[in-house]
């Protein structure tokens, strides 16, 4: 299970059904749901009663303080509603320049990597991404040391965070050997570069950006947030935006670089739509093609391969018992390939995600952004970023996988390739053809 959760309970699914008990370490008793009508009764309808796991509040709130990711009830409701400020229409829109300045700075330095040959897709990605969603947050002046010192304080507390979730009995030992307090000093630092900005701003014009909507926003008191609130919600949204949309444009690229049909018609769509235009955020409904590629390949690969929650009440829905305390799986990998809702799930077709088709989706089949009340807040933000990277690389590229590899997936808390995706990017040319998945 803890090597290969994505081939234990697909097999336990296919033997058990699309709802069955499963006992975590043997001891644990969880619920793993690929059932659409269990998983909106869960994440929805009846929300209020499942809360956010363990490893999610107690582990990541040691880390990261409070905020959206690591509180429920009232005091997430309030926050939730401030930040939501933050990815309305008009906010994305007036994101876009940053977003595009960070890209092409990014761009100059994989531009140099791909012309040595070809890469692993992924760091790249992350790169790019980070960068974009940092400097989202605080502005375009972000330094790249201090992204960089941010983004591999978060790779290294999430995966310290993971060993103290999988391998409990180690905790003692991190405390006693003084891993525990390394990675708390290097979460310190991160803290101290990011406090250091969020004081800069105090005494500053406003700015464009995510952290000034968090710092007008106000309480019903008048109140605004204070300067430790800022920091650990805007940790938070790093935390929640950083591995998320690089993951899926790898495997992206990677889907893409097996359907020359597909990835011509995107280029087609972004030409006719764009022309040599950077991409704004009011053009993102036309790239309706795009778009429909991107939620495809978020169904194939949903970071979030499983969503977890807990019963804080006894529940039923139908006749399946949620006992109280029990732990849920939303099997979000497992939902999005059930052949029952998906024919031929195990293919690569954005059509099913066309003006027609989709209406025909039955509720919570497709879930790669979660659903109900804590779906994602950023879900939009992602889409127009994977747009905005796409459009900007296949303009200047053309995509090949690099032969020999054995792709596959590996299910951490997010879905990532196992080995890497190594492509070559050359100007124009020649494509590979392959469809299942
Ligand atoms: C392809 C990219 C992304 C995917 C697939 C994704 C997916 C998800 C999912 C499934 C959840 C719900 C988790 C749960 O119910 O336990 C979630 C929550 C969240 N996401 Fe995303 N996300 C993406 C990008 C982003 C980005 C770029 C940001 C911020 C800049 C972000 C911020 C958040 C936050 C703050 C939450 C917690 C919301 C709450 O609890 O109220 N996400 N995301």
């Known amino acids: 299970m803890a090597r290969n959760p994505i081939d234990v309970l697909s097999k336990y699914t296919a033997l058990y059904g699309d709802t069955f008990r499963f006992y975590l370490g043997g001891m644990k008793e969880a619920l793993v749901t690929r059932d659409p009508a269990v998983i909106q009764h869960v994440l929805k309808t009846n929300a209020e009663n499942y809360q956010k796991s363990h490893i999610q509040v107690k582990r990541m709130g040691h880390f990261l303080g409070k905020g959206l990711l690591t509180t429920h009830g009232e005091a997430w409701r309030t926050q939730r509603r401030l930040i939501q400020k933050g990815f309305d229409r008009r906010q994305l829109e007036a994101l876009g320049s940053i977003m595009q300045d960070s890209l092409q700075e990014s761009l100059r330095e994989f531009d140099r990597q791909v012309r040595l040959g070809p890469v692993d897709v992924y760091p790249h990605l992350m790169k790019m991404t980070f960068a974009m969603v940092a400097r989202s947050l605080f502005g375009a002046h972000l330094k790249d040391e201090d992204i960089r010192l941010v983004s591999d304080t978060i790779s290294t507390v999430q995966e310290f965070i993971v060993r103290q979730t999988i391998e409990p009995y180690l905790n003692p030992w991190f405390a006693v050997s003084g891993q525990l307090r390394r990675h708390e000093q290097m979460r310190m630092r991160a803290d101290g570069v990011l406090s250091g900005y969020i004081r800069q701003r105090r005494g500053q014009p406003p700015g464009h950006d995510l952290l000034q909507t968090l710092m007008d926003a106000r309480y019903s008191d008048g109140q605004g947030m204070s300067d430790g609130m800022l920091l650990s919600e805007s940790m938070q949204l790093l935390v929640a935006g950083h591995e998320t949309s690089s993951n899926s444009l790898s495997w992206l690229l990677y889907l893409l670089s097996t359907r020359p049909d597909c990835l011509e018609r995107v280029r087609q769509e972004i030409d006719s739509v764009l022309g040599s235009a950077p991409l704004g955020y009011a053009q993102v409904a036309e790239l309706e093609y795009s778009t429909q590629v991107i939620q495809e390949g978020l169904r194939l690969y949903p970071p979030f391969w499983m969503v977890d929650r807990v019963a804080m009440e006894e529940d039923h829905v139908g006749d399946v018992v949620i006992p109280r305390g029990s732990m849920v799986i939303v099997y979000v990998y497992g939902a999005h390939r059930a052949d029952r809702y998906w024919?031929?799930?195990?293919?690569?077709?954005?059509?099913?995600?066309?003006?027609?088709?989709?209406?025909?989706?039955?509720?919570?089949?497709?879930?790669?952004?979660?659903?109900?009340?804590?779906?994602?807040i950023g879900a939009n933000y992602a889409i127009f970023q994977m747009l905005m990277i796409l459009s900007v690389l296949l303009r200047r590229y053309d995509l090949h996988l690099e032969p020999g590899q054995k792709i596959a997936e590996r299910a951490m808390v997010i879905l990532r390739p196992r080995q890497g995706i190594r492509m070559s990017f050359p100007a124009a040319g020649g494509r590979c053809g392959a469809d299942s998945y």
């Open 343 to 376: 024919p031929d799930p195990e293919s690569f077709d954005p059509e099913r995600f066309n003006r027609e088709n989709v209406k025909l989706h039955a509720p919570f089949t497709h879930i790669p952004f979660g659903g109900g009340p804590r779906s994602c």
